[in-house]
């Protein structure tokens, strides 16, 4: 009985990290727009992830490291909760 009960917790664990890893991985485009957005980040790690987001949400990327988001007004509006813009 303990064997089994181990069995299926060790076997829904695996699966569930599985379905993690594959509904959080991003689309190429987005990783890869989002690499040349954040290319010269002082935090890359923080833009990459913000630019992610923003780029799931509303699918374009404004091009060049900075400025330009009137390429993309979904990506220039998002605001974070303290009213200042989301993305980088």
Do not use: Q, W
């Not at 009985?1 to 069995?7: G, N, Q, S, Y």
């Not at 799931?56 to 998002?78: A, F, M, N």
């Amino acid at each position: 009985m303990k064997l089994a009960l181990v069995t299926s917790l060790l076997v829904s664990l695996v699966l569930t990290s599985t379905f993690f890893e594959v509904s959080m991985a991003g689309s190429d485009f987005c990783d890869s727009k989002c690499a040349v957005r954040c290319s010269k980040a002082g935090r890359e790690d923080r833009c990459l992830k913000y630019c992610g987001i923003c780029c799931d949400k509303c699918h374009c990327v404004p091009s060049g490291t900075y400025g330009h988001k009137d390429e993309c007004p979904c990506y220039r509006d998002l605001k974070n909760s303290k009213g200042k813009p989301k993305c980088p």
